[in-house]
């Protein structure tokens, strides 16, 4: 069929929970006022096990900070940009319940040049991916959206149980005992008078 066309805001999606399998957020965080929000949309739409491809901006690397010497314009388009780093993307995909996959850094130097020096570039961001060295221009995150198993609440249980034993019969409880000095007080000091009165 024909391709669906969607414009929307990305920190409030008219989607359906559970109903997306792929996400692909191509710099959806960077330009965002606030990145946390769209993220948590995003889990939100993913089905269980869905796949989410993230691609940013390293503020650490060389790109970054030309981003952010660029930003300082207030009219640049990169005066709105705020990128988000590996480490605290992957905080927060795990307080939502995503597991990080595998994250691929490229473009440590940007991009100059013939052929030879693009094969030499390529080289450096391969040998700092094996080295896991954070200095690629930009990073592309692969999570997957883990669903645990659902729990019924403790105080749920609390409650189906004192139910439960409340329905089980109990001992009747002990008389309590007469105190001292007033034993002949009561029934028994009548019954006892009527004897001694025959």
Known sequence: GEGINLLAAADELPLESDSIDTVIAHHSLDFAANPHQVLRE???VLTPQGQLLVIGINPYSLLGVNTILRGLDRRSLWHWHSPVSQSRLTDWLHLLGCEVEHCTRVGSVPVAGGQTLRRWLGRADAWGNRHNLAVGGLYILHAIKHVPALRRP??????????????????APAPSPTPFGQAGT??????????TRH
Do not use: A, D, S
């Not at 403790?154 to 001992?171: A, K, M």
């Not at 009561?186 to 004897?195: A, C, D, F, S």
């Open 42 to 44: 995003i889990q939100r």
């Open 154 to 171: 403790r105080r749920q249980w609390r409650l189906r149980r004192e139910r439960l034993f409340g329905l089980l019969p109990r001992p």
């Open 186 to 195: 009561g029934p028994g000091r009548n019954l006892h008078q009527r004897k």
